[in-house]
């Protein structure tokens, strides 16, 4: 973005990592009564000036509990709603992910061969080559593809829309950051052909794939990819606002797309995690796939990414597999430990003000080591 916002972007350029990468979470080992430390971490984001926040924690044995801080509307003052909708922001690289690692065990697509193989000539120019970025560079963030969202006016952009090719064209405009598979950087361009790739294969539209795929059989009844055109947030909702309380509660998500598109609910983000990390989406085959990880380089010890995926390590030891998403408006964490808890915590800005950040990201490492 440009004008009202200016040097940021309509998806956070890095997401869960970026959100972690400042945070120094107190280990929270000696925490007997979780709600009341949960509480106490998203307090400290409303002092921050997010206007509101949710957590919504899942046990191993499946009950769920929330906690909630702050207005989900700062005219009427009403409290954040339970079980708000939002925007889901990056947190769509996991669902995509998921389809394309489905599509592998279906034998329609490989992932370590050239995404030119399936795409013909779509990624080429300015020195990218799609001959030489496999599909796992494409989900792992090691194309090197610059990133779209550089460029992104979110006053040209938030009414308007786009098509998937239209914000591939923004991102093929500049040579690439790096040769393919050189290192690690995130890239919503990556996932727009990932999007692509997934209609390609299958025929049918990428939000079609993740209900059929994913949402249906898990009974996320919350969650789906809006189409172009579809401003709005179903109720109930939190307004969604940017610093200044400026009000982006409704914005054209495919700007986003398959990189960040979706619509969900905490309880539903952590039933999908869930599923996801105990091995109920995937093949064992793929599952591991998915978690062959590559240091991510930003800052935080032992935090890696897998494909569409993150595993990020806890103050309290282990870690969670994750992801994080910012859409302007809202702010979101989610993710799950293996047979254990799933985490959301979700805030109604975008971006976030200083420190805000780190102490979102402290919310949630509250959440899963809270006992």
Same mark, same amino acid.
């Given at each position: 973005? *440009? ?73 009427? *003052? ?125 025929? *049918? ?167």
């Amino acid at each position: 973005m *440009r004008k009202t916002l200016p040097g940021k972007k309509i998806i956070a350029v890095g997401s869960l990592i970026a959100l972690l990468a400042t945070t120094t979470a107190a280990p929270a080992l000696a925490v007997t009564r979780p709600h009341d430390e949960v509480d106490k971490a998203l307090k400290t984001l409303v002092q921050d000036g997010v206007p509101g926040a949710q957590a919504t924690v899942t046990s191993a044995s499946s009950r769920t509990w929330s906690e909630r801080e702050g207005v989900g509307n700062i005219e009427t *003052r009403t409290p954040f709603p339970h079980g708000s909708k939002f925007r889901a922001a990056s947190v769509t690289k996991t669902f995509v992910a998921v389809v394309v690692l489905q599509l592998v065990a279906e034998g329609k697509v490989r992932l370590d061969t050239p995404i030119d193989r399936y795409l013909p000539g779509l990624v080429r120019g300015n020195g990218n080559d799609g001959t030489k970025i496999t599909v796992r560079q494409l989900l792992q963030h090691t194309s090197g593809l610059y990133n779209y969202v550089r460029d992104l006016d979110i006053d040209e952009w938030r009414h308007r829309g786009a098509e998937p090719g239209e914000l591939l064209a923004v991102g093929l405009a500049h040579p690439p950051d790096f040769a393919p598979g050189a290192k690690w950087a995130y890239s919503n361009t990556n996932y727009v052909i990932a999007g692509m790739l997934i209609e390609k294969l299958t025929g *049918r539209s990428v939000a079609t794939e993740i209900r059929n795929r994913i949402a249906r059989p898990l009974g996320l009844r919350d969650t789906y990819l809006p189409l172009r055109g579809d401003e709005s947030l179903p109720l109930p909702h939190a307004r969604g606002y940017a610093p200044g309380l400026v009000d982006y509660t409704e914005l054209d998500p495919s700007a986003a797309g398959a990189s960040g598109g979706l619509i969900s609910t905490g309880e539903d983000l952590n039933r999908f995690y869930g599923a996801l990390v105990d091995g109920r989406l995937l093949r064992k085959a793929q599952q591991a796939e998915m978690q062959r990880t590559v240091p991510a380089g930003l800052g935080i010890p032992g935090a890696e990414y897998g494909l569409g995926i993150a595993s990020v390590p806890l103050s309290c030891g282990g870690r969670f597999w994750g992801h994080g998403g910012n859409l302007v408006g809202f702010s979101n964490i989610s993710g799950a430990v293996p047979y254990g808890k799933r985490v959301n915590v979700v805030a109604n800005m975008d971006p976030l003000p200083d420190g805000a950040s780190a102490h979102l990201a402290t919310a949630v490492d509250t959440a899963f080591c809270a006992r």
